[in-house]
């Protein structure tokens, strides 16, 4: 067996956690073979309902889960962490305008980058998923000056995960057949779900689909506002499905993927998207926490302007930012 994995998860009183630890623990992301320990965070006032989470967690009995720690101190939840989970973030409340929320979360995720640099371990692999995911990791990337920006993402395998299966259900056939679908951008209204390439059983999909017209005004919207159906129909949003997106990131990240998935990950200039922003791509995951942006597909101009829309918003969202950390 492997070392043991650190895995350090925040906002792990929360509800997207309470769908994630389990499948942490039983083996499901890291392999039946990976021992891990859980460094568990979370803010002072929910520090009894994580105590909670952690009773249930010894009471499952998962023979790789090794040993947990509860803490409301980053500088203890990250200590030596090899991978750090980030779904804990300040929450929208009603009223409140998206700037204060961004300065919220902007001072989160400036103190969170500061402790992983300092005591995660020097290959970490972090994935943010509270909100504003993509910025969040942006700024996080600013202040873990010794973590190599190519290891942090930013969850999109979510809205990846929604549009295979929108596809799959629209043309009648099983998810596992559905191929070839990518998250371009922010995960936010804006993302661009791209299913030009998308192929069910190794057969295109964009004529079954309707042609791009109909796409564009029957299938791209039902994936941008999937998080806001979740929300109207349950009344909280969704966490069985962001906790295992989250496993499908994590795994295909560390272990390989045959398939091509979506990641938000640092923009490197691919597709004219600039340094400096966390911006979703088609990426091949090589395994061992390495992967590539797929490169080499042709833009049309239906797909360069959802994909210029959503790198207008991060551009926005990263100025934003940078001006409340002036
Ligand atoms: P919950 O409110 O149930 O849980 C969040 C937990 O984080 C709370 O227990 C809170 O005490 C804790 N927390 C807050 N600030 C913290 C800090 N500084 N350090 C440690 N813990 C902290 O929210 P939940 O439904 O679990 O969602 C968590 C986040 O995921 C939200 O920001 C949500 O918007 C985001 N999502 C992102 C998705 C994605 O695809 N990227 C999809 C699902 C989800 O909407």
């Avoid at 929208?92 to 989160?108: C, F, H, P, Y």
């Amino acid at each position: 067996p492997n070392e043991t994995l650190v895995v350090a998860v925040t906002g792990a009183a929360g509800q997207i956690s309470y769908s994630l630890l389990p499948l942490l623990a039983n083996g499901t992301v890291f392999g039946p073979q990976q021992r891990i320990q859980l460094r568990l965070l979370e803010i002072p006032p929910a520090l009894t309902a994580l105590s909670g989470v952690t009773m249930e967690l010894i009471d499952g009995a998962y023979p790789l889960l090794e040993s947990i720690i509860e803490t409301s101190d980053p500088m203890v939840a990250f200590r030596n962490a090899d991978v750090a989970i980030l779904v804990g973030a300040f929450p929208r409340k009603q009223g409140m305008e998206r700037k204060d929320l961004l300065s919220k979360n902007v001072s989160i995720f400036k103190t969170q980058g500061e402790a992983l640099s300092q005591v995660a371990s020097r290959d970490v692999r972090v994935v943010v998923v509270g909100n504003p995911a993509n910025t969040n990791a942006m700024v996080l990337s600013r202040f873990a000056v010794n973590i190599p920006p190519r290891n942090i993402s930013a969850l999109t395998r979510l809205d990846h995960n929604r549009a295979c299966a929108q596809v799959a259900h629209k043309l009648g056939v099983s998810v596992g057949s559905v191929d070839g679908v990518c998250i371009w951008g922010n995960h936010s209204s804006t993302q661009y779900p791209d299913v030009i390439r998308a192929t069910a059983d190794g057969v295109p999909v964009l004529a079954k689909l309707g042609g791009a017209e109909t796409v564009a005004e029957h299938f791209i919207p039902v994936i941008q506002k999937r998080g806001a159906a979740v929300i109207k129909a349950r009344g909280l949003s969704s966490a069985m499905s962001a906790a295992n997106a989250i496993a499908d990131h994590m795994r295909s990240w560390i272990c390989g993927d045959d398939k091509i998935v979506s990641m938000a990950v640092a923009a490197d200039g691919s597709y004219g998207i600039p340094e400096g922003i966390y911006y979703s791509f088609p990426v091949r995951c090589l395994g061992r926490g390495e992967y590539e942006i797929v490169q080499g597909i042709e833009i049309d101009e239906f797909s360069k302007r959802y994909m210029d829309a959503t790198k207008d918003e991060l551009l926005s969202e990263r100025d934003d930012a940078v001006s409340l950390l002036a």
